[in-house]
């Protein structure tokens, strides 16, 4: 049974959001393994309504009428399915589910590439849409106008039609700040962010595990709360008693980095030494080396407050040998 740590805060932020009508798009947005997944599969078993929970990790739809929708499946799958949410407790969807017919319209641009979705959205019991890992429909093959399209479309049904709430995952900032100038998103975002969890948090879950107060405070002064991280050292300081896998784990990304900063040039490697000591403001950084930063998961750009930071206490660790 895999712990789930803390996000108090987090969880009544969000209950607060999808207790009220909806009115805006949520983007929950943090660095890589920081526990976005986990906290929105935790706000889904918790709510009491319809979840449509989109991993788009698992699904790559190539065609924008296909993003949200889903072929509806036989009566077999249909009733395996209700009785799979009856077992579990939980009212979690991976998609609205259209007729092919109804799909073949909108593939063929007879009815627009989201009308039928608003009907069939309006069956749903107060649904909250997940769209976890969206940058990925960049990968399977939607531009940005479609994007654009999608986005307008998500707006409409909170910001306009009060129909449902949406929440956008992702650790891809330059994405969702793309998106959001794209489809005019200023006043149709709210912006919630998923970090790594508070120190006595962390302090506590490593005792709980049989840690001593001076191994505790050790392993958190080097990779502070990120939860992936510390799952890695829990799960060795059970096989092992010890916690030394921290030292490899930072040599590891130190010796990337180094690797990494072999093809380009002593730009990168100032920026490097810079990051090591602590977050930087955009403005003092250029555009490539930030990209170049980020695209080899180094750094981490942080869109509300404009600044950019390693992606983790450890990523930080690692570039202070580099
Ligand atoms: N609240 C938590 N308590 C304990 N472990 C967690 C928690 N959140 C995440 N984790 C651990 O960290 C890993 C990465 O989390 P995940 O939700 O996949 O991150 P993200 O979606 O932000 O990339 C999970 O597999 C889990 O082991
Ligand atoms: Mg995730």
């Known amino acids: 049974m895999l712990k789930f740590v803390n996000r108090e805060a987090e969880l009544w932020q969000l209950k607060n959001i999808l207790g009220s009508a909806p009115n805006s798009v949520l983007f929950v947005y943090g660095p890589k393994s920081s526990g976005k997944s986990t906290l929105m599969m935790k706000i889904s078993k918790m709510y009491p309504g319809d979840i449509l929970f989109y991993d788009f990790r698992a699904r790559s739809p190539s065609e924008v009428h296909r993003v949200l929708a889903n072929q509806k499946p036989s009566f077999g799958t249909r009733m395996r399915n209700y009785l799979r949410r009856k077992v579990q407790k939980d009212n979690i969807y991976d998609g609205i589910e259209l007729t092919e017919a109804q799909l073949q319209q909108m593939a063929r641009g007879k009815v627009d590439a989201f009308a039928p979705l608003i009907n069939k959205l ?43 709430h949406v929440i956008i995952v992702t650790s891809d900032c330059l994405f969702i700040d793309e998106i959001a100038k794209k489809a005019a998103m200023e006043e149709a975002a709210e912006y919630l962010y998923v970090g790594d969890l508070p120190k006595s948090s962390v302090i506590e879950w490593m005792k709980d595990e049989g840690m001593s107060q001076a191994m505790a405070a050790k392993t958190y002064s080097l990779v502070g709360g990120r939860p992936y991280d510390l799952w890695v050292i829990v799960n060795h300081f059970r096989a092992t008693n010890d916690i030394n896998v921290i030292e490899t784990m ?32 955009i403005t003092d950084i250029s555009k490539k080396v930030m990209e170049w930063a980020i695209d080899n998961e180094i750094a981490f750009f942080d869109p509300v407050n404009g600044e950019v930071y390693a992606l983790s206490k450890s990523m930080q660790e690692a570039l202070k040998k580099v």
Do not use: W
């Open 122 to 164: 309006k069956k749903y019991k107060n649904p909250v849409l997940v769209l976890d890992e969206i940058q990925n429909l960049v990968h399977s093959g939607l531009d940005g106008q479609e994007l654009a399209q999608l986005m307008n479309f998500l707006i409409t049904i909170t910001k306009r039609l009060h129909l449902a």
């Open 250 to 281: 930072v040599r590891r990304k130190s010796s990337r980095v180094k690797l990494t900063l072999k093809s380009v040039g002593a730009q990168e490697l100032r920026f490097i030494r810079k990051l090591a000591k602590g977050p930087l403001s």
